[in-house]
């Protein structure tokens, strides 16, 4: 949902800067599955996640994404563990991953299609599930819904029961 805000919001400021600016875009993610959707073949079967990436290419071109290691990227500061107070004098904060900074900027070529998409499909769906159930006897609870199987009836014994507890 990131990269789609991200690809709405530059076709947004484009329409707005249109004929004053010139531009280039460059948009970057920390997630390679997202970029691998973004850069790859079209996603089969995932309904929620095909539309996405086909707004997302109707919006951007596919080779204007490049990834950016969570370790580099900003907003990953703060589920990292880093204070807010910290913020006010982080560097990679304000100004953003160094390597923004440098001479040649755009990474020629970062490839991170992944031709095996098992390999990131397991994070998706897990092989195996475990459930916890509990189940408690309450006799009392048990007795009452079955007596009294009408809802009305039973907030009414529950009222009748809370007021004599209480008087």
């Known amino acids: 949902m990131g ?9 947004e400021v484009s329409r707005v800067l249109s004929g004053k600016i010139s531009t280039t875009n460059y948009f970057w993610t920390d997630s390679t599955i997202a970029l691998s959707w973004i850069q790859g073949p079209a996603a089969d079967g995932r309904f929620f996640v095909a539309n996405r990436v086909k707004e997302i290419r109707s919006l951007t071109d596919k080779d204007s994404w490049h990834h950016c290691p969570g370790k580099d990227n900003p907003s990953d500061l703060l589920t990292r563990g880093t204070s807010a107070d910290s913020l006010i004098n982080c560097d990679k904060w304000w100004n953003g991953p160094s390597f923004l ?5 755009v990474p020629v070529s970062y490839n991170v299609l992944l031709n095996d998409e098992s390999a990131y499909l397991e994070e998706l769906r897990p092989s195996e599930r475990k459930t916890l159930t509990v189940t408690l006897d309450n006799t009392f609870l048990n007795n009452i ?12 014994v529950f009222s009748y029961i809370y007021r004599f507890i209480n008087n």
């Open 101 to 105: 900074h440098e001479e040649n900027t």
């Open 3 to 11: 990269a789609l805000l991200a690809a709405r919001l530059a076709k």
């Open 145 to 156: 819904l079955s007596v009294y199987n009408n809802f009305q009836k039973i907030l009414c």
